[in-house]
């Protein structure tokens, strides 16, 4: 059964986005701006009188970029720079841990840069007095508006825009300075380095960790520069993209949370004898009861099944709602039997076996020995996933970590996987660091029991219901 229509991996949708802004191929190009080669030449003219006014350093000059390292083709307004050309790239001057503080001026690590960027509140906050603060900013200077901070450990790349008034200073070594002296648009280059490409080459093509993001390392990274103005439509479009996509989660979140009620609602008024009418021709529950444990003493004797302990009679104070006359209350152990599956150890899982493997949480792997002849009910036994009700494929290996459950050839195999799924068994499980959820506690527990017509006509209503919720 399909979740619902909304269903859509953002990030994905995000990532090609990026990827597409960073091509030039997001908006248009305008034959009327000034291209970035002109731009270009402007941020050297205005970095070398910025060295000759001693207000930045003098750094080694980049090697010039091959055009076997631009890694694909952009628009020919555009030019491909290296970080170090158009920023000054450096970092904080060293905080030590006994000037720490836990009130003061906020001091970011790596891990408050990516809270920040995540929305998220601060976890341990640290502080400086204002003195250290001081003393700092006389030897390492300020970061000023537009300024970008980029995290080099931990999750590496994660950009912050430094805003208007703000007081802060930050750790070296754990965030690189890229002071904007030739005001590029920050949220172009923020939107830049988190793009499919930047973040890969970043961590160096190892995914998304590696050890450190260094001063050397980000003064050599490649970035395709737009011109001045197309930076800005670059960047807010993505914005507005990014905004919608927003919506888009936030609704589908909140469709799949209605789904989730609507289904809840769904199979309470079928459990409770509201989902379909009585007929009163139907053989009433209490005579099906009767052939159930007629049948299941049958098999007792046959030692087909165990006998097992004598159930406690049902109390009316037990019965948490009113049924129809023609139900009856009986607990899980008067219909069914429970066993485990069988042990499987990992190394014996196949990727092409002849038979899908179950386990607490539904399919896990495959096998080429089955100990399933039919379609058969599972109730997932150990872990996070104790309580989860599935039915397997008619072949199949059911694992240790699920209970098998023996129904009555009168009862109708769908309806009672809704019932179970209805009774929410994964509150039976044991309250340890390894939930377990056992027989016996299944065994007591208590199920409205519909005639067995009934229980065909609540099957196909539940059907009917819930492919329209899911869609």
Do not use: D, H, M, N
């Given at each position: 059964m399909k979740t619902n229509s909304l269903d859509f991996d953002a990030q994905a949708l995000r990532e090609k986005i990026l990827d597409l802004a960073m091509r030039g191929k997001l908006v248009s190009q305008d034959p009327n701006d000034e291209p970035a080669s002109m731009l270009l030449e402007k941020i050297k003219?205005?970095?070398?009188?910025?060295?000759?006014?001693k207000k930045i350093k003098k750094t080694k000059s980049l090697p010039p970029i091959t055009d076997d390292e631009k890694p694909f083709d952009i628009p020919d307004s555009w030019e491909w720079v290296r970080l170090g050309d158009v920023f000054e790239i450096t970092s904080s001057k060293r905080v030590m841990k006994k000037e720490w503080r836990d009130t003061g001026?906020?001091?970011?690590?790596?891990?408050?840069i990516v809270s920040i960027k995540e929305n998220r509140p601060l976890k341990d906050p640290i502080f400086i007095d204002e003195k250290t603060y001081a003393d700092k900013l006389k030897v390492s200077g300020k970061p000023g508006v537009n300024d970008i901070l980029l995290t080099g450990v931990g999750t590496l790349g994660v950009p912050y825009i430094v805003p208007k008034d703000k007081k802060f200073y930050f750790k070296d070594g754990n965030i690189i300075w890229f002071k904007n002296f030739a005001q590029i648009n920050a949220s172009y280059i923020s939107y830049y380095v988190q793009s499919p490409y930047m973040i890969k080459k970043i961590n160096n093509g190892r995914g998304t960790t590696v050890a450190t993001l260094t001063i050397v390392r980000s003064n050599n990274l490649l970035v395709p520069l737009p011109p001045l103005?197309?930076?800005?439509r670059i960047a807010a479009k993505i914005a507005q993209l990014f905004a919608l996509l927003r919506k888009v989660e936030t609704s589908t979140q909140q469709y799949v949370k209605l789904q989730t009620l609507l289904k809840s609602k769904v199979l309470d008024l079928a459990m409770r004898g509201k989902l379909v009418k009585q007929d009163p021709n139907d053989e009433p529950a209490s005579v099906l009861l009767r052939k159930i444990k007629a049948e299941k003493q049958e098999l007792i004797k046959e030692k087909k099944i165990k006998k097992t302990k004598p159930l406690p009679p049902i109390t009316d104070d037990e019965k948490p709602f009113e049924i129809p006359n023609n139900w009856e209350w009986v607990r899980l152990g008067d219909i069914l039997t429970v066993h485990s599956g069988k042990n499987l150890p990992k190394k014996n899982l196949v990727k092409n076996g002849k038979y899908i493997v179950y386990g607490a949480n539904g399919i896990i792997g495959n096998f080429n020995k089955s100990n399933t002849s039919e379609n058969t009910l599972l109730i997932g036994r150990v872990g996070f996933y104790a309580?989860?009700?599935h039915i397997t494929s008619k072949e199949a290996w059911v694992t240790d970590n699920s209970l098998v459950v023996s129904e009555s050839t009168r009862l109708s195999k769908k309806w009672l996987y809704y019932a179970l799924s209805f009774l929410n068994?994964?509150?039976l499980s044991s309250q340890t660091a390894q939930p377990v959820i056992s027989g016996n506690k299944i065994y007591r527990t208590l199920l409205a029991l519909p005639p067995l017509v009934e229980q065909n006509k609540i099957v196909i209503e539940i059907d009917n219901l819930l492919s329209i919720i899911s869609c």
């Open positions: 003219a205005e970095k070398a009188e910025l060295i000759k006014e001026i906020p001091f970011y690590r790596a891990r408050e103005s197309e930076q800005s309580g989860v009700i068994l994964s509150k």
